[in-house]
């Protein structure tokens, strides 16, 4: 079910001779609601076909009188038709598995290096330098994680992460906070690093996980290959296109 909201240009409903077919009708209850204008009741099928024949009339009269030459118009309308026409395309075209495997030799796609971390925040430096040289001293790695998840409910003040003892979801390493990626290079599960968040505080963080950058499989890059034949196409449709006279 979809809500039609009422705005300076719609208003009452009122009588308009103006045509508009049952694909236009269709398409605006796409672009402007996102609903299937078949599946909608016929009381809302009623109210969106007024809606678009009134906003029709409307742009008419507008593009013919009030803003006939508008530079602005024109502009929108360009970059309106390029942009419809690209996302259109877009959808449609389906590259074909050759495709595919050319640009998986091609790129050489790798799946980047992912990090589990476990994570106590405090306010102050010195309080995060006492808490690692505690931890660090048991050589047992599951005694130190039992401790660090210890401080993480006594101590953190990260509330969301505290309600899973201080362990966040497995992040990509091109996503985590860029001091972060930096501190943990070279790091390994188990050791523990700190970083210093302007206007946050001191982060604790504990390596609950670490799995290594590697050689992407094609069905794990087959996404990826399926958008870049996609923008690689085109690039070549707008070449072709740009040809004509």
Request: charged fraction near 30%.
């Amino acid at each position: 079910m979809i809500k039609i909201f009422s705005t300076i240009l719609l208003g009452t409903i009122i009588s308009i001779n103006l045509n508009a077919n049952e694909n236009e009708i269709s398409s605006y209850s796409i672009l402007k609601y996102q609903a299937d204008f078949s599946k909608q009741t016929p009381q809302l099928q009623e109210s969106i076909t007024n809606e678009y024949l009134r906003v029709k009339k409307i742009a008419t009269i507008l593009q013919s009188q009030e803003m006939k030459n508008d530079v602005d118009l024109e502009v929108a309308k360009n970059i309106a038709t390029v942009d419809l026409w690209t996302n259109k395309f877009m959808q449609i075209y389906k590259p074909s598995n050759e495709e595919l495997n050319e640009l998986y030799k091609a790129e050489k796609p790798r799946v980047v290096a992912k990090y589990e971390l476990r994570n106590i925040l405090v306010s102050y430096e010195k309080n995060a330098d006492r808490i690692i040289s505690i931890l660090n001293e048991s050589q047992n790695k599951q005694e130190k994680k039992d401790s660090f998840i210890k401080y993480v409910k006594s101590v953190s003040n990260d509330v969301a992460s505290k309600q899973n003892d201080g362990l966040t979801e497995l992040v990509d390493e091109n996503k985590l906070n860029p001091q972060i990626k930096a501190a943990l290079k070279d790091k390994k599960e188990g050791d523990i690093i700190k970083v210093n968040i302007k206007d946050i505080g001191t982060q604790i963080l504990y390596v609950e996980k670490y799995i290594p950058e590697k050689i992407a499989t094609f069905e794990e890059s087959k996404g990826a290959l399926e958008n870049l034949a996609k923008r690689k196409a085109l690039t070549k449709q707008m070449e072709i296109i740009l040809r004509q006279k």
